[in-house]
């Protein structure tokens, strides 16, 4: 019997030799477009409760990084990379509803926005699960982010362009990444991702009183297109 787990234990170690890819690493920049899912601003006032909302539009960006990949055999592969990535979303118009107790709408104003951005630089881990199919590679998974910059720059009444600084509060985001790449022999790929970030990022603004309080609370989606190679 002790001969028998012996062989099986060598038996499974060779298949999983035979079986297994070596490591292989690569870097890959691209083109994205990103969005921010800004949350509704609100207060109540003598009965009257104003909601400012921030309608936004995708705006383009680019990253780069570099990753480690590994497969567990010739169908299925993990990946884990880290990848600096230039944000945001395009600011369209600001718009305020003022409402009663009852709900009912009193008024309601629309400005809107032109050449205004909402500018964020982030750092982001992508750890995703894939399987090949003649190398093409469907993907899914999660992406840890680390938010280092934010902005706002547009133009005032002059037409000129003016930039305003903020300072990041909550700056963890969690993520979940759908996607798929396309590989050729040679290392070269190409791939394509989207990811939709669940946890709400925040300014830290300072109040007249020397406290601080949270500002602009965001959401992240962002669409990834990239290139790269393996080595």
């Known amino acids: 019997m002790k001969k028998f787990f012996i062989i099986a234990a060598m038996a499974v170690a060779a298949i999983t030799t035979a079986n297994a890819q070596e490591f292989k690493v690569g870097a890959k920049a691209g083109f994205l477009l990103s969005n921010v899912s800004k949350e509704d601003l609100s207060f109540t006032q003598a009965g009257i409760t104003s909601t400012a909302k921030t309608n936004t539009s995708f705006k383009p960006g680019f990253h780069f990084g570099a990753f480690i990949e590994y497969g567990f055999n010739e169908k299925l592969w993990v990946e884990a990379g880290v990848d600096y990535a230039f944000q945001g979303g395009k ?11 009852n709900g009912n709408v009193l008024s309601r104003t ?5 050449n205004t951005k909402f500018n964020t630089q982030q750092l982001n881990i992508p750890l995703w699960v894939k399987y090949d199919i003649n190398g093409f590679r469907p993907k899914v998974g999660i992406n840890l ?10 133009e ?3 037409q000129k362009t003016v930039t305003e600084s903020f300072t990041p509060d909550k700056k963890f985001d969690f993520g979940l990444g759908i996607g798929a790449e396309y590989n050729l022999p040679m290392g ?11 946890t709400k990022l925040s300014t830290k603004e300072k109040n007249d009183d020397g406290t601080y309080s949270e500002g602009n609370k965001f959401k992240n989606r962002v669409i990834q297109v990239g290139v790269g190679y393996k080595f």
């Open 188 to 198: 070269l790929f190409f791939d394509a991702t989207f990811n939709l970030g669940l």
């Open 156 to 158: 005032n009444n002059e």
């Open 145 to 154: 982010g680390f938010l280092t910059k934010i902005e706002t720059k547009g």
């Open 91 to 101: 600011i369209k118009s600001f718009e305020v509803i003022e409402k009663d107790n």
């Open 110 to 114: 629309k400005e809107d926005v032109k």
